[in-house]
């Protein structure tokens, strides 16, 4: 069992930035992938970034590229995500993700990022 929990999203201005935070415990020691998804409403749960725990392989949908990043360095148990030049697209209930070897998938509570224009 893996638990994750995340900061507190926001509301931010179009052009502004922000940073999210997921913290695990539990079983951690078994992930292999962490990263964060996005829902807006109406819409379906889509990837925004994720990074490899054995290689520090980050990859991000491409609509984030460039503005968001997962930076390097942290503990093996965190994935941050720096969201810079924010949209009014980039609304959305932000999920931590966190996949384990043996294929299990966890997520987090979620949290609203709010992008005003």
């Known amino acids: 069992q893996v638990e994750l929990v995340e900061s507190e999203g926001g509301l931010v201005q179009a052009g502004g930035s922000l940073r999210l935070g997921c913290t695990a415990s539990?079983?951690?020691?078994?992930?292999?992938?962490m990263g964060w998804y996005r829902q807006a409403p109406g819409k379906q749960r889509e990837l925004v970034a994720t990074?490899?725990?054995?290689?520090?392989?980050?990859n991000y949908a491409d609509s984030v590229k460039g503005r968001f990043t997962i930076p390097r360095g942290s503990p093996k148990n965190t994935v941050d995500l720096q969201m810079n030049s924010l949209k009014p697209e980039d609304t959305a209930v932000y999920y931590c993700?966190?996949?384990?070897?043996?294929?299990?998938?966890?997520w987090g509570q979620g949290t609203q990022v709010t992008v005003s224009s």
């Open positions: 539990g079983r951690i020691l078994e992930t292999n992938l």
């Open positions: 993700n966190a996949r384990q070897n043996d294929g299990r998938i966890y």
């Open positions: 990074i490899s725990i054995s290689d520090g392989n980050i």
